[in-house]
């Protein structure tokens, strides 16, 4: 079993920058790939980045590519999205999302855990 807690969610500015936290539990971390997600009032949830277990492949959701960045420390288990020139569009609740195999994935049916998420306001 897996649980996932995010955190740094918030009201920020357009062109202002967020950073949020995804800590895990569960001593597999590491063999995990991860994901994060989000979804708007009203909208379906879709994906937005996604990183190996060992941080060597990442793959973003066009929308933010070149503004976000997925990391992760294995050691600390936790995987962080940076979010930068952040705009009203990017308005969310963000979602962090576990694999149990170390595949990489855009397909939110094909994470395992799922966090509660951490709400993102993006004024203009």
């Known amino acids: 079993q897996v649980q996932l807690v995010e955190s740094g969610g918030g009201l920020v500015q357009a062109g202002g920058s967020l950073r949020l936290s995804c800590a895990a539990s569960g001593r597999t971390f590491n063999r995990y790939a991860m994901g994060w997600f989000r979804q708007a009032p009203g909208k379906e949830r879709e994906f937005v980045a996604t990183i190996s277990w060992a941080s060597y492949t990442t793959y973003y959701a066009d929308s933010v590519k070149g503004r976000f960045t997925i990391s992760r420390d294995n050691a600390k288990n936790t995987v962080y999205l940076q979010m930068n020139s952040l705009k009203p569009e990017d308005t969310a609740v963000y979602y962090c999302?576990?694999?149990?195999?170390?595949?990489?994935?855009?397909?939110?049916?094909?994470?395992?855990?799922w966090g509660q998420g951490t709400p993102v306001t993006v004024s203009s």
């Open positions: 999302a576990a694999r149990v195999v170390n595949a990489i994935s855009q397909y939110l049916q094909e994470y395992d855990y």
